[in-house]
C-alpha cells in the first residue's frame, strides 16, 4: 500500500493514463477521441511527457520514471514489453518515426530519430543518438551511435 501512494504522490502512477489511452485506442468516434486526446495530453503534460495521439504502442511499455521527459512522436511505433527511461525522445523527420521492436531498453536521455528500425531485444544506452536501424539483439552506445555485441558475428 506504502509503494502505491508513494507511486501516486510522485506522479508515476499512469493507470488511468493507460486506460484512457487504449479506451481512445477502440473508439469510433471522434469527438470522445478528442477529449479523451485532450485527457490524456493533461496528464501527461502534467508529468512532463508526451506521447503523440497517433502512435502505435503494443502492451503497455515500462517507464521507471514516469512519462518524466518522454517525447514520443504521433508517428512512432513501439513494440511490447519496451522499458524506458526518462528524458528520451522517439521523435520525427518528415513524418517518419522509428519502429521500436519487442524487448527493448531505452536509457535515460537517448534519441531515436527518422525513418529508423529497431530490432527486438536491442539495448540503447543512456545518450545514444540513434539515426540507422540496429538489428535484434545488438547494444548500442555513445554519440555517436555504435553498435556492440552484434550476435550477427557470434
Known sequence: MR????DYSLGNNLRLYWRLFRLRERTHSRW??????FFLNRIAHKRGGYIGRGAVITGIPSLPHGLHGI???RYAK????????????????SGRAPQIGDGCLIGAGAVLVGDIRVGSCVK???GAVVSTDIPDGCTVVSQPSRVIGDPSFS
Open 124 to 126: 540503447i544506452g543512456a
Open 71 to 73: 517525447y514520443i512522436s
Open 32 to 37: 470522445l477521441a478528442d477529449i479523451l486526446t
Open 3 to 6: 509503494e502505491r501512494i508513494m
Open 78 to 93: 513501439l513494440g511490447s514489453g519496451c522499458r524506458i527511461y526518462q528524458n528520451v525522445t522517439i521523435g520525427e523527420v
